[in-house]
């Protein structure tokens, strides 16, 4: 690929349009979930709602790292950043995500806190060498896309004998989800919803390659198609979904070719098999406790756990009764459906972690999808 606009002709997603209606059933609705925040937000930046048939459905998932995360983690990541002997080295989108008690880390490095925004895990390397006496900790979220970065800064710490960096580890792992969202779990009485096939992620997947969601396909009898993020890569990938469903065939198929391969990047997996492993169980918001759908460091890197080093303990809490985020990741509900949104909830005074992230369907609604809501009531 050279161009974006290679990507995104006009012409071609209008054909793309007319092959999804001609080759939709008119008798049948399509229920597919994009599972990546970055897709939802492409949806609803290119309206490619407007040009789907009726009956082919768009359903939201928790394809979001920061928006999954429950307040327990932000609760603990607070109460670390306010101890005075630490620097947290965090990304910017978690910083405005509330906790419990509607404390976020924004308002903590505002008291006092030692709380710094980087772009690299490199950046809390350099930190760290520059205050030797200071603790610096990394906090590490994403999924499989951001953990090698992780696990490259662990060797590099290791590497340079630096005593005084430690990773506060939230790294989450995407088939983990998409199997409990399968299976119909219901942890936040608000029921399931019925997905006909899957738009697989596409940075998961350059990663972690489509192995790993055969078994998936397999099981469960879903058709799983991973989709770039340009408009016509995700048109394509939604009429290869329609055609899989029209003919009863559930296959991982690759429409993301020019970045994904079927064992994915080897040696970044290598690199996350040496440092971590996995937990036994993992709260996501929205899906609650997800077999083994998380990472932890190994215990040849016990020194750089965070958890262990500061003995943090996590204390499961409810997330805000009036807040619909939960039911959002798991595609119950549009962030339309939450009597917050866009009211006491905006990007600026968020309430819940959807509207927070720049891959949150709240954000992502806010941004373009209200205007449309709009032009809909004044037709």
Not at 185 to 214: C, M, W
Not at 301 to 324: I, K, S, T
Request: charge should be neutral; include cysteine.
């Amino acid at each position: 690929m050279k161009y974006a606009d290679e990507f995104r002709d006009k012409t071609i997603a209008q054909g793309l349009a007319r092959a999804i209606a001609a080759e939709a059933e008119s008798q049948r609705e399509y229920r597919f979930m994009e599972f990546c925040g970055g897709h939802t937000h492409a949806i609803s930046r290119y309206g490619l709602e407007d040009i789907l048939p009726a009956n082919v459905r768009m359903i939201h998932g928790p394809g979001c790292p920061v928006c999954v995360l429950p307040a327990s983690r932000i609760d603990m990541a607070i109460r670390l950043a306010e101890r005075p002997e630490v620097t947290l080295c965090i990304y910017g989108d978690v910083m405005r995500v509330p906790g419990s008690q509607g404390k976020s880390l924004l308002s903590a490095k505002a008291y006092g806190a030692d709380i710094r925004m980087v772009y690299s895990t490199l950046d809390a390397i350099r930190i760290a060498e520059q205050a030797p006496n200071r603790e610096v900790v990394f906090f590490a979220i994403g999924f499989e896309t951001t953990a090698p970065p992780t696990a490259v800064m662990i060797r590099l710490a290791e590497k340079k004998w630096l005593k005084n960096v430690s990773v506060f580890c939230n790294h989450l792992l995407t088939p983990a989800a998409m199997h409990s969202i399968l299976e119909g779990q219901d942890i936040h009485n608000g029921g399931r919803i019925e997905i006909d096939g899957f738009l697989g992620p596409a940075h998961v997947s350059t990663i972690i390659g489509t192995k790993p969601y055969e078994v998936l396909a397999e099981k469960f009898g879903k058709p799983i198609v991973i989709g770039g993020f340009e408009p016509l890569d995700m048109m394509q990938a939604i009429l290869m979904l329609v055609r899989q469903a029209n003919e009863s065939r559930y296959e991982v198929e690759n429409q993301y070719s020019r970045g994904v391969t079927r064992e994915g990047n080897r040696r970044a997996q290598e690199e996350v098999s040496d440092i971590f492993e996995l937990r036994d169980r993992f709260e996501w918001r929205g899906l609650g406790l997800v077999p083994h759908s998380g990472l932890k460091l190994k215990q040849a890197y016990a020194q750089f756990d965070a958890e262990m080093r500061f003995a943090m303990h996590e204390v499961r809490v409810a997330d805000n009764p009036a807040c619909e985020c939960g039911a959002i990741l798991r595609g119950v509900k549009r962030p339309v459906d939450c009597k917050l949104f866009g009211t006491v909830c905006t990007p600026e005074i968020p309430i819940g972690s959807c509207m927070v992230s720049s891959e949150g369907a709240c954000a992502a609604h806010w941004t373009y999808g209200r205007f449309r809501d709009d032009q809909l009531r004044r037709a």
